[in-house]
């Protein structure tokens, strides 16, 4: 048998990208090859490749309402306008659903996005069979409903109308304060309590913030949007998520403070998860950008884990296991009850549903 030859080629570092959260290109759970840039001995290593430019195709969707039976989730429809999101937020356990598409859970979730131009038609179709039952619909449960791109495609604002014509109780999360745009249709539909938001903010530190989540609205503007939003009658809470050990775990009280201080009174928190592809990308991002707390931040996150670096069980895998993340849910729960959070939750109104005409037109009776 021959000998194995040493290997002559070195895997080449991974680097920042600007503008965009992950650090490498990594391959999707569902492909056959691995593709791996490496140096040849010719310096095409060093070249500088093309920039990653965001494009937006558009595709055809047969049905917008997305079904849950979760234990440990707070709704059970959903409906997402896009997939992948420019954000780019590195720990987006979202990421590994491009796979499903063939595309990376990487660069390509934050470049590679599609939009679904005929949602609001669809929603109306959906919401005007007769075996519709009304629940609450939660946008932004996978990718941000106001994202970038939704500057130009307005589908987002598009479902508001449908939803605000028929009376639909829903609920947004979102990290941007282009949510303000929409003031006009939320706070109409908060008026017959049909509506919550909660605006997500992770750090109040803007250089950190600029590397985990680059596109997304900066921790003061996220809190700014939160002010806005309840001077204009619109119940905006704040989800601190995802805590991250090491990372962001030491802000919990002082962004909660802060979104109190703004008009928040609703809250929530979660903890860091890294489904699938997602492990990978999130060490890869932590060596590039905090490479001696890196281990610090693993280390921690599988004591919370259960050992695991992920924990995929309902009733733990928001909050972890084991005495730290008790301390985590403790501190929580004592700043909410210093600051005054929680006190009076947001009920939304599921008997004021009027179900559309598919077509569109009004009935007479």
């Given at each position: 048998?021959?000998?194995?030859?040493?290997a002559?080629?070195d895997?080449?570092?991974?680097?920042?990208?600007?503008?965009?959260?992950?650090?490498?290109?990594?391959?999707?759970?569902?492909?056959?090859?691995?593709?791996?840039?490496?140096d040849?001995?010719?310096?095409?290593?060093?070249?500088?490749l093309?920039?990653?430019?965001?494009?937006?195709?558009?595709?055809?969707?047969?049905?917008?309402?997305?079904?849950?039976?979760s234990?440990?989730?707070?709704?059970?429809?959903?409906?997402?306008?896009?997939?992948?999101?420019?954000?780019?937020?590195?720990?987006?356990?979202?990421?590994p659903?491009?796979?499903?598409?063939?595309?990376?859970?990487?660069?390509?979730?934050?470049?590679?996005?599609?939009?679904?131009?005929?949602?609001?038609?669809?929603?109306?179709?959906?919401?005007?069979?007769?075996?519709?039952?009304?629940?609450?619909?939660?946008?932004?449960?996978?990718?941000?409903p106001?994202?970038?791109?939704?500057?130009?495609?307005k589908?987002?604002?598009?479902?508001?109308?449908?939803?605000a014509?028929?009376?639909?109780?829903?609920?947004?999360?979102?990290?941007?304060?282009?949510?303000?745009?929409?003031?006009?249709?939320?706070a109409?539909?908060?008026?017959?309590d049909?509506?919550?938001?909660?605006?997500?903010?992770t750090?109040?530190?803007?250089?950190?913030?600029?590397?985990?989540?680059?596109?997304?609205?900066?921790?003061r503007?996220?809190?700014?949007?939160?002010q806005?939003?309840?001077?204009?009658?619109?119940?905006?809470?704040v989800?601190?998520?995802p805590?991250?050990?090491?990372?962001?775990?030491?802000?919990l009280?002082?962004?909660?403070?802060?979104?109190?201080?703004?008009?928040?009174?609703?809250?929530a928190?979660?903890?860091?998860?890294l489904?699938?592809e997602?492990?990978?990308?999130?060490?890869d991002?932590?060596?590039?950008?905090?490479?001696?707390?890196?281990?610090?931040?693993?280390?921690?996150?599988?004591?919370?884990?259960?050992?695991?670096?992920?924990?995929?069980?309902?009733?733990?895998?928001?909050?972890?296991?084991?005495?730290?993340?008790?301390?985590l849910?403790?501190?929580?729960?004592?700043?909410?009850?210093?600051?005054?959070?929680?006190?009076?939750?947001?009920?939304?109104?599921?008997?004021?549903?009027?179900?559309?005409?598919a077509?569109?037109?009004?009935?007479?009776?």
């Open positions: 048998m021959p000998a194995k030859l040493p002559v080629q895997r080449v570092k991974h680097k920042v990208t600007k503008g965009r959260g992950a650090t490498l290109q990594i391959e999707g759970r569902f492909e056959h090859v691995a593709r791996e840039r490496v040849d001995g010719w310096g095409a290593a060093d070249e500088e093309p920039p990653f430019r965001t494009t937006v195709t558009a595709e055809k969707a047969r049905s917008v309402i997305q079904r849950h039976a234990p440990d989730l707070p709704f059970d429809h959903s409906l997402n306008a896009y997939r992948g999101c420019e954000h780019g937020c590195i720990y987006c356990y979202a990421r659903s491009h796979a499903y598409l063939n595309l990376s859970p990487g660069l390509d979730f934050e470049t590679k996005l599609f939009a679904k131009p005929e949602a609001a038609k669809l929603l109306r179709a959906e919401l005007a069979k007769p075996a519709y039952r009304c629940s609450p619909i939660a946008l932004g449960s996978n990718t941000d106001y994202q970038p791109i939704e500057r130009e495609w589908i987002t604002r598009q479902i508001l109308a449908v939803l014509e028929c009376r639909h109780p829903l609920s947004i999360v979102t990290k941007s304060a282009l949510v303000e745009r929409d003031i006009d249709l939320l109409q539909l908060a008026r017959e049909l509506v919550q938001v909660f605006i997500s903010v750090t109040l530190d803007a250089e950190l913030a600029r590397k985990l989540e680059p596109r997304a609205a900066s921790p503007r996220r809190l700014q949007a939160i806005r939003l309840n001077e204009a009658g619109v119940p905006c809470g989800m601190v998520a805590v991250i050990p090491f990372l962001t775990d030491a802000e009280e002082s962004v909660l403070q802060a979104a109190y201080e703004h008009g928040a009174r609703t809250t928190y979660t903890l860091l998860r489904p699938y997602l492990k990978d990308l999130f060490k991002w932590l060596a590039v950008h905090y490479p001696l707390k890196a281990e610090h931040v693993m280390g921690r996150l599988r004591e919370m884990r259960g050992g695991r670096e992920n924990d995929p069980k309902f009733g733990s895998r928001f909050s972890g296991q084991g005495l730290f993340a008790q301390l849910s403790r501190r929580f729960h004592l700043a909410c009850e210093r600051l005054g959070f929680n006190r009076e939750p947001v009920l939304l109104d599921t008997s004021r549903f009027i179900r559309p005409s077509s569109g037109q009004q009935s007479l009776f």
